[in-house]
């Protein structure tokens, strides 16, 4: 991992966007974490790190271990199917 001021990565960004490919680069503004680079390499690995930042996915998440605890879950094989199109109630329905 590299740790680079804002005003260095400004000045060489294509640099660093080439040096996070490699490892994160965390970007400091007054002595401070500010930011992170991070390479992706498809639009999958950046879907999942921008749910992963998520406040509203986190929240869906919480709720849903919480249902699962109380046993309001649905079985895997049923949750799939339901994903796929399949029989039974939909999604977001």
Do not use: Q
């Given at each position: 991992?590299?740790?680079?001021?804002?005003?260095?990565?400004?000045?060489?960004?294509?640099?660093?966007?080439?040096?996070?490919?490699?490892?994160?680069?965390?970007v400091?503004?007054?002595?401070?974490?500010?930011?992170?680079?991070?390479?992706?390499?498809?639009?999958?690995?950046?879907?999942?790190?921008?749910?992963?930042?998520s406040?509203?996915?986190?929240?869906?998440?919480?709720?849903?271990?919480?249902?699962?605890?109380?046993g309001?879950?649905?079985?895997?094989?049923?949750?799939?199917?339901?994903?796929?199109?399949?029989?039974?109630?939909?999604?977001?329905?």
């Amino acid at each position: 991992m590299t740790i680079a001021s804002l005003a260095e990565v400004k000045d060489r960004f294509s640099a660093y966007i080439e040096a996070c490919k490699a490892s994160p680069i965390v970007v400091t503004k007054n002595g401070k974490a500010a930011a992170v680079l991070v390479s992706v390499s498809d639009d999958d690995e950046l879907e999942s790190i921008l749910l992963a930042c998520s406040p509203r996915f986190k929240r869906l998440l919480e709720r849903s271990n919480r249902e699962i605890d109380r046993g309001e879950g649905i079985p895997h094989d049923e949750f799939w199917k339901r994903a796929k199109g399949g029989e039974g109630d939909s999604f977001g329905a």
